[in-house]
């Protein structure tokens, strides 16, 4: 069974770095196309990007100067992090797998829990 | 980016009738279109894909139809854990983008 898990600091201080890590069991990082996106309490969801074996990486051109995704093969984990933080940061992170083709696409199948990060000082 | 307008921002439906949830594209994404389900403290959860298929273990009262740049989502016969919050999202072209969501809740 493919579970995901979001974990790093809940709260972080403006103009600091967020940092994420998701721990993938039931597969293996090296097969799939993985993904963050977030959502800021009561807004619609926003994609950060999407990252595949450190070998294709693709971020959202609103957040491109200041985001890197990473992966951990060693540890079956990928990362986000997310630097010069604002109020406008705090949001609640997922981290999902790329597993359903569809076309030349590959849509969502399993997702994290999510995880809260409030930036403020 | 293309901006994706969900309408209305609220459904207010009873439990075994039929709602029906728009969703319009700044401009064409063609069939890649999806849909999905979210409940409250929950991830969301991927319902339709490519305009039209089911993801694994959505039940047959999900339909959705549409295509380029107008998209309709149909729930048949509303059950309890149906009221939700329902996005819709483009795959075609990149960055990827939500609609601002509908909320169906208990009429």
């Known amino acids: 069974q493919v579970q995901l898990q979001e974990s790093g600091p809940g709260l972080v201080k403006p103009s600091e770095t967020l940092s994420l890590t998701c721990t993938v069991s039931g597969a293996s990082i090296t097969d799939y196309f993985w993904s963050w996106i977030r959502q800021p309490p009561g807004k619609q969801l926003e994609w950060v990007g999407y990252?595949?074996?450190?070998?294709?990486?693709k971020y959202n051109p609103s957040l491109e100067s200041r985001v890197t995704l990473s992966v951990d093969t060693a540890k079956n984990q990928f990362s986000l992090n997310l630097r010069s933080v604002t109020a406008a940061d705090t949001a609640v992170y997922y981290c999902?797998?790329?597993?359903?083709?569809?076309?030349?696409?590959?849509?969502?199948?399993?997702w994290g829990r999510g995880t809260l990060v409030t930036v403020s000082s | 980016e293309i901006v994706m307008t969900q309408s209305p921002a609220t459904l207010s439906v009873s439990p075994g009738e039929r709602a029906t949830l728009s969703c319009r594209a700044s401009?064409?994404?063609?069939?890649?279109l999806a849909w999905y389900q979210q409940k409250p403290g929950q991830a969301p959860r991927l319902l339709l894909y490519?305009?039209?298929t089911r993801a694994t273990g959505v039940p047959p009262r999900f339909s959705s139809s549409g295509s380029e740049t107008e998209f309709t989502l149909t729930i048949s016969s509303l059950q309890s854990e149906d009221f939700a919050v329902y996005y819709c999202?483009?795959?075609?072209?990149?960055?990827?983008?939500f609609g601002q969501g509908t909320k169906v809740e208990i009429k």
């Open positions: 999202q483009q795959y075609n072209i990149w960055p990827r983008t």
């Open positions: 999902l797998r790329l597993g359903v083709p569809t076309s030349d696409r590959y849509v969502d199948d399993y």
């Open positions: 990252i595949y074996y450190n070998v294709r990486v």
């Open positions: 490519h305009t039209s």
């Open positions: 401009q064409s994404v063609s069939s890649y």
